[in-house]
């Protein structure tokens, strides 16, 4: 109900398209329906009260002419949207390619400062080298995310196969995110079955996406917080469930958490940073791998983000019937 409510939400679309509203294709549609109303009413009041077939038919070719203009008027306005928006793709995949490169020089470049040369740098000049790093690193991964987001909305994000162990990876991103969570304050717990089952799928990709659920439960956390991270193996998926006890999401803006680029008011409360695509990829990432990924929340009590993934070789994991 809520998607077809969408799509008659004029205003969404526009917003979401970077259009106007009467360019937005549900206002064009809305308008060709228009058209064909009026015009099939037209034809009918003027031929009704005649005998003539040659009157009919030069009333419907009429009609026809119009609908194919309008159409074709509606079609170009949609065609020019959709051009639109794979030349901002283009360009934002070609920018990212250009600036990985010299981001990752800078990287190698501030390793050998650090590291060959770092006796001859004193104590201020190693904060200022530090925070160089801690800066281009940003960088680097805002220039990821956005070839992420590119590759996501061409239909080419590519994923390798490969067998995962569940508990070890999930501890790799705890150890990631120990100094977040210390300098916050908060406490991280996982709760898993003795015999949690392997998976198979890209690797580095679920990592991202265990890092942004855990990173942003630790991010919009109280003081002394708790992160809750749950494994729970069912019959023909797996489910991993990273829970907090924070400030929670607001009721009006849950239905856009995994668009592109949204922050939500908790955002200025906390004076977190980020760019507001870690739940966009991370929920892109899971679906492509054959899961899904949903959310429940009560503003000032926490969150709870789940996501599933398939499980191919139930019986080799003792999870058959």
């Known amino acids: 109900m ?17 259009v106007s509203v009467w360019r937005s294709p549900g206002f064009l549609f809305i308008l060709l329906g228009v058209v064909i109303i009026a015009a099939m009413l037209a034809v009918y009041f003027v031929s009704r009260n005649s005998d003539s077939v040659e009157y009919l038919l030069g009333s419907e070719f009429a009609l026809v002419i119009v609908l194919l203009v309008v159409g074709n008027s509606i079609i170009n306005g949609i065609n020019e949207i959709a051009r639109a928006n794979k030349i901002k793709t283009e ?11 010299p ?52 239909g080419k994000l590519p994923l390798v196969s490969e067998e995962i162990d569940l508990i ?26 003795v015999q949690v089952p392997k998976i198979v799928g890209d690797r580095k990709r679920l990592l991202v996406v265990l890092d942004n659920l855990i990173s942003n439960s630790i991010k919009y956390n109280s003081k002394k917080g708790r992160v809750d991270v749950a494994i729970t193996p069912e019959k023909e998926r797996v489910i991993i469930c990273v829970k907090d006890n924070g400030v929670g999401i607001p009721k009006n803006q849950r239905k856009n958490i995994f668009s592109k680029f949204f922050r939500s008011d908790n955002v200025i409360k906390n004076q977190t940073e980020g760019t507001g695509l ?30 599933s993934l398939p499980l191919e070789e139930n019986e080799r994991y003792g999870l058959s019937d």
């Open 2 to 18: 809520n998607k077809i409510l969408d799509s008659f939400n004029l205003k969404k679309q526009a917003d979401q398209l970077g």
């Open 91 to 101: 360009f934002i995949s070609i920018a990212s390619h250009q600036l990985k490169t």
């Open 103 to 154: 981001l990752s020089e800078i990287n190698w470049e501030l390793e050998l400062l650090s590291g060959k040369f770092a006796d001859g740098l004193n104590e201020k000049q190693k904060e200022l080298l530090k925070n160089v790093n801690v800066s281009n690193c940003k960088m680097i991964r805002l220039v990821n995310d956005l070839l992420d987001v590119a590759r996501i909305d061409q």
């Open 168 to 193: 070890e990876m999930i501890k790799e991103v705890i150890e990631n995110n120990k100094n977040l969570a210390s300098s916050r304050n908060v406490k991280i717990k996982t709760r898993s079955y």
């Open 278 to 307: 870690g739940l966009y990829i991370a929920k892109n990432i899971v679906l492509q791998s054959g899961g899904d990924m949903w959310f429940d929340s009560e503003e000032g009590e926490g969150s709870t983000f789940c996501f």
